[in-house]
């Protein structure tokens, strides 16, 4: 028996209308297996968490973490906590980087059953390798002078190392793919960073010789996944870049609800956390009408970590059935509430 | 006899293709008004111009523009050129900040006989208001170490001053338009300069009590750009943050080609500058088929801000009856060449 120890940890708002769901639907296509088995233990670290013990989690709580296969998040963020950046950092960036999850792999694909929101789709199917350590996320910079005469800096820190780390991982994606890599820069206007960033692209390009090399500016690139997201396959970007590029190919999908992600450790000595692209969105909360796909898709992308891609393509292959069937949230066109897209594609594994 | 004294920079490749017919378009205009009238001189200043002289303008260059009332510009970009941000910031950005254009203003809305590129348009209509001087784009940074420590550092640069005169100029366009403003952030991640961004948007936005405030992150507000742009009117925007921001709404509007924007000289001491949000385009130079409109639209911005808005309202209401005409380049779904959709809007404003 493969005994997989999840810490399940469902956060806020719709992470935790979906959560039970999810984590139902993965405990249905371990069954298929037979020798597959999901623990989990669940973990309330979230901003619920924050406003009655004062921050997101225990001081212990990284150590706590630490003791299971992986990571399996709902979403953080709640607008009684404006500034949220003390939320986030405390919980969703500091398992990223405490857990030395240096890559954020994200998938987006037109799927059967979901109208995209663009008009040329032209059945696009990509991925995006996000360098998730540092870059323009950094908490280098400060203030100086007061009133009118204020200046800000704030620094974007990039290392060589981590550039490198997420342009090879995407490179050794498009050998398994399409077999070419485009790299979102924005060498034109950002001086330092971004040439430094296309310098690396092309060193370390070098070592894949059968791999076509693209490079877009951010700008133009955000523009092309409206347009044309099919001529894309592995896109490799920075922090904040690969940040945009995500939110928008998700959308381009047709909801920002469907989006998976995959924070990865990639030296295997922390878990890696799955989380999917949304957010809490307070603005549904409560009405039960969450879109699950999202957090049922992140769980195959786990899967697939965990080396079980048969069952992991099986149960995104069951996800399109379903939404191909009609049965789907308000936010892709349906009127069926998150337990009931859940319990569909539950009762399709079953079968 | 009221004369505008315009420095018309064509620039690299398409905008060499449209410059001619876009000053003719104006021209015609003009005359319709009777009492006015573009006085035009043109400069070569290019890529072109650098490949043959090492560098993209010549030492008082700044000192030839500012004899005129405005500077008009095609596109600057040369695939020759690898490094490209040497011959952008020798030119592009080198007027913006000579010239203290400290404002970019961009519009996007749906044309008629334009096909959006989202399948829920619902008849938008934004203006993005981006810092122009400032922030991501800063020659503030450098490199350390070599090899696989190597470390590179690139500073934002935010002032007060700056940031309050993007918001406030936002503002008091809310209050001829639709009274909202919505602010691009990220302090959920960019805990330095983003946070101040939202406490300058706070403060100023007190002055405008009747305004209404939003604030979206980047990542988000891209992506309902794509899913439900016809809930955002004035957008206020870092420099980078606007760039994104506007190439994703000209994509939305059906063509990256027709999209308008004005760098703006708000004190007065020096020229604005009027440049579309297309690049040069080098795939398609030469074909003739360059979709003009994201410049003539540029250039009714410019009418605009000389007072003429009468004229210039006319004047895209003449390109919209065009592009309803099905006289439209290939990039918008047409036929047509660069010249036959201009000397058809010539033409209309004739009648
Ligand atoms: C060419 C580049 C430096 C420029 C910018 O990013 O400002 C362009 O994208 C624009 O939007 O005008
Ligand atoms: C909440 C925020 C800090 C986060 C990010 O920007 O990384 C989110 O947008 C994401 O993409 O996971």
Redesign the pocket.
């Known amino acids: 028996m493969k005994q997989i120890k999840l810490a399940v940890i469902p956060g806020d708002g719709v992470g935790v209308e979906i959560m039970p769901y999810a984590t139902k639907v993965l405990d249905a296509v371990a069954d298929l297996h037979g020798g597959l088995k999901f623990e989990h233990e669940w973990y309330p670290y979230s901003c619920e968490y924050y406003l009655e013990h004062g921050e997101m989690m225990p001081r212990d709580g990284l150590d706590q973490l630490s003791q299971h296969d992986a990571v399996f998040l709902g979403a953080?963020?709640n607008p009684k906590l404006v500034a949220d950046h003390i939320s986030?950092w405390g919980l969703?960036?500091n398992i990223r980087r405490g857990f030395k999850q240096t890559l954020?792999i994200r998938h987006a694909k037109q799927l059967r059953g979901i109208q995209p929101m663009v008009t040329n789709p032209g059945g696009f199917d990509l991925i995006v390798v996000r360098e998730n350590s540092e870059g323009e996320?950094s908490e280098v910079g400060g203030r100086i002078h007061s009133g009118e005469d204020e200046v800000v800096v704030q620094n974007a820190v990039f290392t060589r190392k981590a550039t490198e780390r997420a342009m090879r991982y995407a490179f050794d994606l498009a050998k398994t793919r399409k077999g070419h890599v485009t790299s979102a820069t924005k060498s034109n206007g950002i001086v330092f960073s971004m040439p430094f960033w296309d310098e690396v692209f092309e060193q370390v390009g070098q070592d894949y010789q059968d791999i076509e090399k693209r490079t877009a500016h951010i700008d133009a690139l955000s523009a092309f996944l409206v347009s044309k997201p099919a001529e894309f396959d592995v896109i490799v970007a920075s922090?904040l870049f690969g940040?945009i590029l995500?939110?928008i190919s998700a959308a381009v999908m047709g909801s920002i609800g469907i989006g998976p992600?995959a924070n990865l450790n990639v030296d295997g000595t922390h878990p890696s956390m799955f989380?999917p692209?949304h957010?809490s969105a307070p603005d549904i909360v409560g009405r039960g009408i969450a879109n699950p796909i999202g957090q049922i898709w992140t769980g195959k992308m786990m899967l697939d970590h965990f080396g079980e891609s048969e069952l992991a393509d099986q149960l995104l292959t069951i996800v399109e059935d379903v939404t191909e069937s009609g049965m789907k949230t308000p936010d892709v066109g349906g009127n069926a509430t998150t337990g009931e897209v859940s319990e569909e594609i539950i009762s399709r594994i079953k079968q």
Chains 1, 2 share one sequence.
């Open positions: 953080v963020g986030l969703l960036i954020n996320y922090n940040d995500t939110d992600a989380e692209v957010g």
